[in-house]
């Protein structure tokens, strides 16, 4: 296999090896990842896809190896956070002409949005009286999220079923899009919501506090882990796991309602695959690499092995890529998860306006308001130059393109 990587001048335990031919690579970026590279945990390398960009306290788009301990701020809050998409047997000249039905039915079908702020407020992204089918899933999660909270209270009071089945805001989204051959896809991104955001800011904290106590210095405080065998590491990893099973099945509960919803504004009966991918992009997993067991941190990356399905979305505007795994070892079998940000979202509601929205969005049937202008294409990385730079870890199965999005 022919390598696309360059390798960081290595000032830290272990060498980086970046596939960042062609796309920004921000210099703040590059030291978070020598911080990280500084760690004595880090097994072999550190890998950077394409859609890098700084972080808290890990960088986004970085795969992490670590033997012995995990990080929790490298996982993040967003835990599990990823894609699934589907295709359907429908094509576009069965769509009708105007897609504003399509989109408020999905907005309907699948809560999104903000949390209600101030006390009594109305969280317009969480379900107020559970369906039947989340009630039934959640049931199968609730047992061990009882067992979870048994030892830590703090993560009981926080939301669980009531966001089982929602899209939440910021870069989540849900898509009705083409492929190559106008087959009708849908696709869309979240995570494990309100609750996987308690337990990964609780053991966050949580390893902070074993850094001060036992006097452990870290280049930067984000970077603070649970080692092996230490009193609060088992218990993560379960949490950790535990989220992103709910994580994935909170895509599942979406996708279902969604292709339920379409059924409804169609009137010509449709079939649908079974799920073609549903892949996490903020996790942990359990591999071997480099003569190791360790525990691979993918922080805004997808698991790549040979044959392994994933997806790569672009923006609002872009092209998205279904991809098939060429299982690169020196990528720890890893691709990008996306395009990848080149402005925080407050530099791009005060670049961009109203107009430069609608104009970027042109014939994608969604929002074009002030609310959803730092999820304008422009904050975002060329996902072509993306794809270019990643082309010894994936091969292109299908190319998307979006004509309805819904944000929150």
Request: with cysteine; proline share 3%.
């Amino acid at each position: 296999m022919c390598n696309n990587y360059n390798t960081i001048e290595q000032q830290g335990q272990v060498p980086i090896k970046t596939w960042t031919k062609g796309v920004p690579f921000e210099d703040a970026a590059i030291a978070q990842l020598n911080n990280i590279a500084q760690m004595s945990l880090v097994h072999s390398h550190i890998a950077v896809m394409p859609d890098v960009h700084m972080g808290k306290g890990a960088t986004i788009g970085s795969v992490i190896p670590s033997v012995d301990a995990v990080i929790p701020a490298a996982v993040g809050v967003d835990i599990g956070c990823g894609m699934v998409a589907t295709k359907t047997t429908l094509t576009a000249s069965q769509l009708p002409d105007n897609l504003a039905a399509i989109r408020h039915a999905f907005e309907a079908a699948v809560p999104h949005g903000r949390t209600g702020r101030g006390r009594g407020a109305r969280d317009r992204g969480a379900w107020h009286n559970i369906p039947d089918v989340v009630a039934g899933e959640w049931q199968k999660l609730e047992k061990r999220f009882e067992k979870i909270c048994a030892k830590h209270p703090a993560i009981k009071n926080s939301n669980h079923v009531n966001h089982l089945g929602t899209m939440g805001t910021g870069n989540h989204f849900l898509e009705l899009c083409l492929d190559e051959n106008n087959a009708v896809w849908i696709m869309l991104h979240s995570g494990s919501r309100g609750v996987g955001n308690r337990i990964g800011t609780y053991f966050i904290e949580l390893a902070k506090k074993e850094m001060e106590r036992h006097q452990i210095n870290l280049p930067d405080m984000d970077l603070a882990y649970l080692k092996e065998g230490s009193e609060y590491f088992d218990d993560y990893v379960e949490a950790v796991e535990w989220a992103q099973d709910f994580a994935a099945k909170n895509r599942e509960i979406m996708m279902f309602n969604a292709i339920k919803a379409l059924k409804k504004q169609i009137p010509i009966a449709f079939e649908t695959a079974e799920l073609a991918v549903n892949c996490h992009h903020n996790y942990i997993s359990r591999e071997h690499h480099f003569g190791k067991d360790c525990f691979v941190t993918r922080k805004g990356a997808v698991r790549a092995q040979k044959g392994e399905m994933g997806i790569i979305p672009g923006s609002m505007g872009a092209r998205s890529f279904i991809v098939r795994g060429l299982g690169n070892p020196d990528s720890f079998n890893s691709c990008s998860h996306g395009a990848g940000r080149v402005m925080s979202r407050t530099k791009a509601k005060k670049v961009f306006n109203i107009q430069d929205q609608i104009a970027a969005t042109q014939g994608v049937e969604c929002r074009k308001d002030a609310a959803v202008i730092d999820e304008i294409p422009h904050a975002y990385k060329d996902i072509e130059k993306v794809m270019a730079a990643q082309q010894d870890l994936v091969e292109v199965v299908h190319t998307l393109k979006q004509i309805v999005c819904v944000k929150g």
